[in-house]
């Protein structure tokens, strides 16, 4: 059974940083494509990056393109989230997915909360 | 980037009865590889979303067949045969066409 277990949320000041974990089981991780994808309070949900099983590709949301950065690490089944520069706007769940071939998510963690505050 | 729009933003069905969500993109959504990428998930209070239809109607496994999806190019639809109480919560449609992937807002499914 795929598991996906998001850690590293929590409160932090604009230009702050954090790293997010999203640690994977039950499935063959590097296999996998992962995505991050993000919901501020009491509003939808919105993309945010994606990393190819091999990290041969990634991409971001403009509007977290030079601030955030995606990353794994296939031996310990666990991609990350390092986010730079935080601003206000970044506060939200951010949820943990994992890839279906061709284009679809199929599994989400029960997700991270960044608090962006002063 | 491909705006997604839902309708209606809310819902509220007496159990058994059928429903159904509208959701259209900015740009059509048939993919150079000849397939069009339109998923559907289910977020229940509380819970992260979990997935009920991917390329527009196959649905994901163990996801029950009062769940259906249709459409074609830029208009998609989400039916739901017969309302149950399991079904409450917020709907999201999801383009996967072309980077970013975007959502649309969510259609919340209440019970009357």
């Known amino acids: 059974q795929v598991h996906l277990v998001e850690s590293g949320g929590g409160v932090v000041q604009p230009g702050g940083s954090l790293r997010l974990a999203c640690a994977a089981s039950?499935?063959?991780?590097?296999?996998?494509?992962m995505h991050w994808v993000r919901q501020a309070p009491g509003k939808g949900l919105e993309w945010v990056t994606f990393?190819?099983?091999?990290?041969?590709?990634?991409d971001y949301i403009d509007s977290v393109r030079g601030r955030f950065t995606i990353s794994r690490d296939n031996s310990k089944s666990t991609v990350y989230l390092q986010l730079n520069s935080l601003r206000v706007e970044d506060t939200a769940v951010y949820y943990c997915a994992k890839d279906k071939v061709p284009r679809t998510i199929d599994h989400w963690g029960q997700g991270t909360l960044v608090t962006v505050s002063s | 980037d491909i705006v997604v729009t839902q309708t209606p933003r809310s819902l509220s069905v007496t159990p058994g009865q059928p429903a159904s969500i509208s959701c259209k993109s900015s740009q059509s959504l048939l993919h150079g590889d000849g397939e069009t990428y339109l998923s559907w998930y289910l977020q229940k209070p509380g819970h992260s979303p979990q997935p009920l239809i991917y390329?527009?109607?196959k649905r994901f496994s163990g996801v029950s067949d009062r769940f259906s999806g249709s459409g074609s190019g830029t208009d998609f639809t989400l039916k739901i045969s017969r309302v149950e109480a399991e079904d409450v919560g917020v709907y999201h449609c999801?383009?996967?066409?072309?980077?970013?992937?975007?959502f649309g807002q969510g259609t919340k499914v209440e019970i009357k």
């Open positions: 390329e527009v109607s």
């Open positions: 990393i190819h099983y091999d990290a041969s590709s990634i």
């Open positions: 039950g499935f063959n991780f590097y296999d996998y494509g």
């Open positions: 999801m383009q996967s066409a072309q980077v970013p992937w975007t």
